[in-house]
């Protein structure tokens, strides 16, 4: 390992982000002096730092310890890692495969993390006519409600948007396998694959 090079591709890739190496310390719970001591070749994250590191620049920790982003580059647009965005201005949301920065309302949105279905957003499927029919049993009030589904499965995604007053169940072609990703406007991004 190069530490002067994995430094440099820290320190870029924070300055990216428009992170200071305060910001970067903060998020971490490390000292300032440590990013800098990595930033310039004299030491190197723990690999349970690595891990949250990455999550803060948006990179895979393998794109950390290589140095360079080149290896990243053929992953990029694959659509298990695709991302979803939502902007807390105008509530409008986003897709996106690989390391796009997303800007709304003037803003740089960052990815949503997918909890695991819990027993308030429980997604039920059926299957009709070769299609898959996903009811989610939740309300959809103004203040509350499911506001979006997308279906992922290999090459494609299919996302259908809900609006408030109306039934929260959805029909999607059966794609056999895949992941369904569903945002509540109050309790954030979910996900559930499928078996
Ligand atoms: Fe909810």
């Known amino acids: 390992m190069d530490l002067n090079k994995n430094g440099k591709l ?30 310039t070749g004299h030491g190197f994250p723990d690999i349970s730092t690595l891990s949250a590191l990455a999550d803060i620049f ?3 920790e393998r794109t950390l310890l ?3 982003l080149e290896p990243n580059s053929k992953n990029t647009g694959n659509i298990k890692r695709i991302k979803f965005y939502v902007c807390p201005s105008c509530g409008g949301f ?8 997303v800007i709304c ?9 997918a909890k695991k279905s819990d027993e308030e957003h429980v997604l039920k499927i059926l299957e009709i006519e070769g299609d898959y029919y996903i009811e989610i049993a939740h309300e959809m009030t103004k203040e509350h409600y ?8 290999y090459d494609r995604v299919l996302t259908v948007k809900l609006y408030p007053e109306q039934d929260c169940c959805v029909r999607f072609p059966k794609m056999y396998g895949g992941k369904f990703y569903y945002y509540c406007s109050r309790h954030g991004l ?6």
């Open 66 to 68: 290589s140095g360079s």
């Open 58 to 60: 948006g990179v895979s």
């Open 105 to 113: 309302c003037g803003k740089q949105l960052e990815p949503l993390k």
């Open 10 to 39: 820290l320190c870029d890739l924070r300055k990216a982000k428009g992170l200071t190496q305060k910001q970067v310390a903060d998020k971490l719970g490390v000292l300032p002096k440590t990013v800098s001591k990595w930033e």
């Open 146 to 153: 499911i506001s979006f589904l997308a279906y992922v499965r």
């Open 94 to 101: 986003i897709q996106a495969v690989g390391n796009s920065q």
């Open 190 to 195: 979910f996900e559930y694959k499928l078996k």
